[in-house]
């Protein structure tokens, strides 16, 4: 396998099996912030895309492994969203995919900005967009002719890391390390057995395979904001599998970052298609406790005690 990083030379980069005839490679940068993959924007004589490159690990973190298959479902579920009218202009199109290399080449939406400035507490996602995020969700799980299987690898792994170690007494995070006092805070979490078993039931719920093609990962470092318009990349957790997990997740990012208290029933008011509210409850509250005390960390602006009202909100929504 020809693996591509940061640094590889604009002539092994044309040596690639992935352009047009006469087609020539002209420069390469970073395309924006990202941990899972190799992500470039390539500059060409006709066209500027994207280059995604997955590997057996996490590129950030080479030592921590990941399915490298992760890729094809990305690809399958962007091919299925540019057949769909009512959501194709919001994700890249598949240009090329090249299975050998684990490679693909994607549309360049253009250079814009992801929402993870949300996080910092003064940003506020508008009405509007967060309409038009809750259409988007809508669109893709109303796609009732589409059996996209998820990566089960990358759905184990995120399973691990969703309902599973953040809720270990001895997982081995120093939550003292990201916050003083976020460790002690942490113990009445992990060692209530109502919550954790309550949580392992999701956790297999969102181990199966449902009727629905969900995204995975909707979050707001998979919106993007290009010019005026929104859009949706980065699938690679999606497959078929519970709508209510997305809107779940949906809701748990409006509360991490702050947003104003009347956003979730916007957003379910919005969302026209059958969901068990409390399974919806039951995600965003998993979500949320796991981005707080689990391995995947967000730039977020709480203070102490803004995490421990979350923590037991969210705990409330895992419980009713
Ligand atoms: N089609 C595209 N058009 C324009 N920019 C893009 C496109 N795809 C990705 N990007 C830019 O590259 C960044 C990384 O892409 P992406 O989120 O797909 O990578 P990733 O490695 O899977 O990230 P993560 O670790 O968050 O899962 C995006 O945040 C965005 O800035
Ligand atoms: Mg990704």
Redesign the pocket.
Known sequence: MLDITANTSLYDIQRLPLWENGEQVLERTV???????L?LRIKTTRRSV?L?QSKAYV?KYPQIPAPIERLEAEKSILEAISDQKSVASFS?KVLHYNAENYLML?????SGS?FLDIYAGNKLISPEQLSILVDYLVGIHAMDSVKIPASKAMRALNHQHIFHLPFLADNGFNLDGIQVGLQALSKSYTSDERLTEQVAYLGKRYLEEEDTLIHGDFYP??W?KIGSNLKV??P?FGGMGDAAFDLGVFLAHLDLAKQPPGYASLVLERYTLPVDPKLVQGYRGVEILRRILGLAQLPLALSLEEKSRLLSQAKTLVLS
């Open positions: 395309a924006g912030e990202g941990n899972m993959n992500v994207i995604k590129r890249p994607l549309e360049d939406l253009g992801d470092g998979s993007l990349i980065d690679e």
